[in-house]
């Protein structure tokens, strides 16, 4: 099974300023059909997940643009351009690439 | 607007039975693959199971295979996990969720909690 790793576990952030994610995976994402199978979702207190980021880079409709997601192979980073109050929570990604699916462990989000 | 209400949680004994049950909206369900997800308190997130659009294909994560059974019912939008044998690493919140692939998954539900405990 591909095992997702997720660094920093906690970060703490200031408001307006920039926050970035590192996962990665333990073998690469590239499926046979040409696309990653790599997402980030958010999950707010008290609340279910919801996908931020698709297919590493595609971001959902109604997804803040200060949200975004690059990388390939096996390393993926979900970047915060400036973070807002709204985007404290835990945020994971998840691999569908390799079956079973699975996710990393979840960085958690607050405000300095 | 997609919508997906988990039901069907509750308390239960070490060893017994419980059906969750998931109605669907907002989307066409038979076109989608589903998903039940799991979240243990104050853990992070398992896949448990997936149901292709047709039912014609199932998978299990292997720590509930032969103990819970995935089903649909396309003529209800309804989405079911049948879980036995329960223990109380099973207790957990209870996703249901959509993907328009197997490889994805779009949307999710509210959870349901599902609590092992004698």
Known sequence: DVVMTQSPLSLPVTLGQPASISCRSSQSLLYSDGNTYLNWFQQRPGQSPRRLIYQVSNRDSGVPDRFSGSGSGTDFTLKISRVEPEDVGIYYCMQGTDWPPSFGQGTKVEIK | ?118
């Open chain 2, 1 to 118: 607007e997609v919508q997906l209400v988990e039901s069907g949680g509750g308390v239960v004994q070490p060893g017994g039975s419980l059906r969750l049950s998931c109605t669907a909206s907002g989307f066409t369900f038979h076109h989608s693959n589903m998903h039940w997800v799991r979240q243990a308190p104050g853990k992070g997130l398992e896949w448990v199971a997936l149901v292709n659009g047709d039912s014609s294909a199932t998978d299990y994560a292997a720590s509930v295979k032969g103990r819970f059974s995935i089903s649909r019912d396309n003529s209800k939008n309804s989405l079911h996990l049948q879980m036995s044998s329960l223990r109380s690493d099973d207790t957990a919140l209870y996703y249901c969720a959509s993907g328009m692939t197997a490889r994805l998954i779009d949307y999710w539900g509210q959870g349901t909690l599902v609590t092992v405990s004698s």
